[in-house]
């Protein structure tokens, strides 16, 4: 298994839906987890930290699955603005103490 | 003023030639980092530096070199560019408390013909 995998999307999705999105991870000992949002052409920035069961950030919720090794992020009541694409991020688990970036699941919300 | 900032912002270069990708920061993070994204790989760790002396090579360093000036600045090298590291470029810090919180500059897009 990769150290983590995204389903690359591109998931289309009318304004006020509410979309989840998936990710795997292959490092068992992880401890937190990250969500990072990257508009097209832009830098990263972080979107949301998961250190326990999931976290809640007004429309935004993120849960793990520690069983089975999967993060999610939920956004309800979808906005235009929030199509981009959402990084999922893990501690490496090559003994380097960095982050691994998930290549990503791109969100286009219509009209 | 943005607080990681990397220089230049485009860069077009020949293969062979030696390029250098400047990043500074004013958050005061001793922790900085460089990655290359690429269309559909995410982006990738190249080298990292704990501090001033402390430099670490990453999942892809091969063809590239760093150099830690100061806490403040931290430069990535390719010594001898090839077409395959035409690629967006972001350097980022963190704060030793706070390692997974990560602030990236808005990225150089080098492209090596």
Known sequence: RKEVEQDPGPFNVPEGATVAFNCTYSNSASQSFFWYRQDCRKEPKLLMSVYSSGNEDGRFTAQLNRASQYISLLIRDSKLSDSATYLCVVPSDTGRRALTFGSGTRLQVQP | ?113
């Open chain 2, 1 to 113: 003023d943005a607080d990681v900032t990397q220089t230049p912002r485009n860069r077009i270069t020949k293969t062979g030639k030696r390029i250098m990708l400047e990043c500074s920061q004013t958050k005061g993070h001793d922790r900085m980092y460089w990655y290359r994204q690429d269309p559909g790989l995410g982006l990738r760790l190249i080298y990292y530096s704990f501090d001033v002396k402390d430099i670490n090579k990453g999942e892809i360093s091969d063809g590239y070199s760093v150099s830690r000036q100061a806490q403040a600045k931290f430069s990535l090298s390719l010594e001898s560019a090839i077409p395959n590291q035409t690629a967006l470029y972001f350097c980022a810090t963190s704060d030793f408390a706070d390692t997974d919180t990560q602030y990236f500059g808005p990225g150089t897009r080098l492209t090596v013909l």
